[in-house]
């Protein structure tokens, strides 16, 4: 019996990724999800008309794979893979109310693309730390894919990497379906910390629109950026990786160019003017490049990588200085 028959996995997160992940995985004939929502009112409504009121309200969430639950530890209670996809800021609270036992000897896979605030690590490293699980039992989810693409089924492609090749392997068959083909890879912090900084790029892509600039200024930021992001990953893992392949690249060409890019949006309300709270208001989503910025610049002051487009989106964020300001300093810069 293959081992995809009768697994159960535990989702923690009530936005339109989990619900997306949810829908992949409820491809698959015969397994379990069990399903941790903050908001009591989705829950009931999910329980009672089988959708997410908050979040792709189309998908259909099937009654006979998807159960929901009100506490974390219920969710994740005999649960072979945990599959966290909250926003990083929110990891912490979410998973308050487990300690170690709760997690031991499940594979935990991150759909996180963003780093625990204040403490500037990986979603992966702070699991594994608080709740003692092996690195080989860690994995992230990454590559381009939107949720929003996801409910409507159009073809996506998804990177699993993990430092075990079994755990990636594993979990590349559970997400692989009629609509998302997903492949295993071996380069764990790479393909995470890549992500996180593909947020930032998209975020600064966002704020030159915002301000005028077209579409040939944001290919040139984008082709500076894998610049910046090979020579910051490469900094803290040096390991030969390739960038240009979908876990990477396609992953930051999508949020940096795409209409569903909540990081974009953000950046665009940033450069037309906004402050960031009434930015965030007005969003109701995370944009996890707003965190994200400043976890990368913290964690670069004892690297001293040169991270220019980083740099100068901290400089608008967090030092409130003019967009335009910030962003004529970085034409200067770029080539």
Same mark, same amino acid.
């Given at each position: ?6 697994? &159960? ?13 949810? &829908?992949? $995985? ?11 929502? *903050? ?18 309200s189309d998908v259909y969430l099937s009654p006979k ?12 209670k005999g649960a072979d893979f945990v599959i966290l ?12 109310? !487990?300690?170690?036992?709760? $997690?031991?000897?499940? *594979? ?5 693309? /963003?780093?625990?605030? @204040? ?12 709740? &003692? ?16 693409e996801v409910a409507l089924e159009k073809q996506s ?34 393909? @995470? +910390?890549?992500? #996180? ?28 950026? =894998?610049?910046?992001? %090979?020579?910051? #990953?490469?900094?803290?893992?040096? %390991? ?16 940096? +160019?795409?209409?569903?890019? *909540?990081? *974009? !949006?953000? /950046?665009? =309300?940033?450069? %037309?003017?906004? %402050? ?12 996890? /490049? ?22 100068? #989106?901290? &400089?608008? !964020? ?18």
């Open positions: 019996m293959s081992f995809l028959n009768n697994t &159960k996995i535990a989702v923690i997160g009530g936005g339109s990724w989990a619900t997306a992940l949810i &829908k992949i $995985l409820c491809e698959q004939p015969h397994i379990q999800i069990r399903w941790w929502l *903050r908001n009591a009112q989705d829950i009931a409504h999910i329980r009672k008309f089988h959708h997410n009121p908050s979040y792709l794979k998807v159960k929901v639950f009100e506490k974390t530890r219920e969710a994740v996809a909250v926003p990083a800021a929110f990891v912490q609270e979410s998973l308050h109310d !487990l300690n170690e036992s709760h $997690l031991k000897g499940k *594979r935990i896979v991150s759909a996180i693309k /963003g780093m625990i605030p @204040e403490e500037n690590i990986l979603v992966t490293d702070w699991v594994s730390e608080k709740f &003692k699980v092996p690195l080989k039992d860690m994995a992230v989810i990454a590559g381009p894919c939107h949720a929003e492609y998804l990177t699993i990497a993990s430092t075990d090749a079994v755990c990636a392997e594993d979990f590349s068959k559970l997400m692989t379906c009629r609509f998302v083909t997903a492949h295993p890879l071996a380069d764990l912090y790479g393909v @995470e +910390y890549a992500a #996180v900084m593909k947020n930032i790029i998209a975020l600064a892509c966002g704020i030159t629109h915002g301000l005028g600039n077209g579409d040939n200024f944001q290919a040139v930021m984008v082709s500076n950026a =894998m610049q910046e992001i %090979r020579q910051f #990953v490469t900094a803290l893992d040096p %390991r030969e990786r390739e960038l240009s392949t979908s876990a990477y690249l396609g992953d930051l060409l999508v949020t940096a +160019y795409s209409q569903f890019s *909540r990081n *974009r !949006l953000f /950046g665009n =309300m940033i450069g %037309r003017g906004y %402050r960031v709270k009434a930015a965030q208001l007005e969003m109701k989503m995370i944009a996890e /490049g707003y965190y994200a910025t400043k976890s990368i610049y913290e964690l670069n002051k004892t690297l001293h990588v040169e991270l220019p487009i980083t740099s100068s #989106v901290y &400089k608008i !964020l967090y030092e409130e200085i003019s967009p335009s300001v910030v962003i004529e300093e970085l034409k200067k810069v770029l080539t």
